[in-house]
């Protein structure tokens, strides 16, 4: 199944994909009184997922037009931040351990490099990212699955971490490189409002294997900029579910970004920042694609 958020006439509303995936079925059309898709990640039953599920595979049911509804990121207002893993692509690591000079070696980790988003607002597909002028005009990206976390996890172990994962959607890390390294860490230059696009919806575990491996695409303005797949990642998402829960608990609706594989123009770092006109566009197989324009934000704050 795909869920999802959508605005129509000035109202945010959860819904799910119809049979075709050319509608979008309103859970209250359904009789489902969730009023919003992380009500439903934290709360519905197991006969509500039933009835949702057979909602989407009835032929007769057609929703609404997509064209007709603008989609959101299908969780707008986290519960808390977002957590991201760094480098978790071995040949990315290995692209920023050449860009500083060091050896690929260098690159090797032996425990994942985990940092949060904060996110008061994840924006969705077609929203814009904002180019800041004299704040946040070093703009990056990256294409990463972001694994939805079902039920509440405290210490489960990696074969189990299957249980705990309700989907997983597309997110789009998108961060300014000067303020990473004024501040020497990536809090500040990730989590400038619109700097983590998520969407166009989050497909459930149950359409994939247990421990999926997904293809990456993201091109910008047409070209092709990066290209992945999960089976390389360092850490893989079971692994990581696992270690995240170690005395933590990932609440249900937590979402993860995995990591962005290595940009394939890497020896030449000024051509990898995305500038006011440009158009990224992020795919992965088996979820959909999402896509953003860059556009000038003022900002007239005082700033770094």
């Not at 924006?123 to 039920?151: H, K, Q, S």
Request: contains cysteine.
């Amino acid at each position: 199944m795909k869920l999802l958020t959508f605005l129509q006439d000035g109202r945010e509303q959860p819904g799910v994909l119809d049979r075709a995936g050319t509608g979008v079925l309103p859970l209250e059309s359904l009789g489902l009184p969730f009023e919003s898709v992380l009500s439903l990640i934290e709360t519905a039953s197991h006969e509500q997922m039933q009835l949702l599920h057979q909602a989407t595979q009835d032929p007769a049911r057609q929703g609404i037009e997509l064209s007709m509804v603008k989609l959101l990121a299908p969780i707008p207002y986290f519960r808390r931040d977002m957590i991201c893993i760094g480098y978790n692509f071995r040949n990315h690591a290995q692209e920023i351990a050449r860009l500083r000079g060091e050896s690929d070696k260098s690159a090797e980790v032996a425990n994942p490099i985990y940092f949060s988003k904060r996110t008061a607002y994840s924006t969705g597909p077609d929203a814009p990212i904002p180019f800041v002028p004299g704040y946040a005009e070093n703009l990056d990206c990256g294409v990463e699955v972001a694994a939805v976390i079902g039920r509440d996890a405290l210490n489960i172990t990696p074969e189990a971490a299957g249980d705990y994962i309700f989907g997983y959607t597309i997110a789009n890390d998108v961060c300014d490189t000067r303020l990473n390294k004024a501040y020497t860490q990536p809090f500040l230059g990730k989590s400038v409002d619109g700097y983590m696009p998520t969407g166009p919806w989050i497909v459930t575990a149950d359409e994939f294997a247990r421990e999926p491996y997904f293809d990456l695409r993201l091109t910008v303005n047409g070209t092709l900029r990066q290209t992945g797949n999960t089976r390389d990642l360092v850490f893989g998402i079971p692994f990581i579910v696992s270690q995240l829960s170690r005395n933590m608990t990932l609440k249900a609706g937590t979402m993860i970004s995995t990591g962005s594989p290595a940009n394939l123009d890497a020896g030449h770092p000024d051509k990898l920042y995305i500038h006011p006109g440009d158009v990224i566009r992020c795919e992965i197989a088996g979820i959909g694609s999402l896509t953003n324009p860059v556009e000038v934000r003022q900002d007239r704050e005082e700033r770094l």
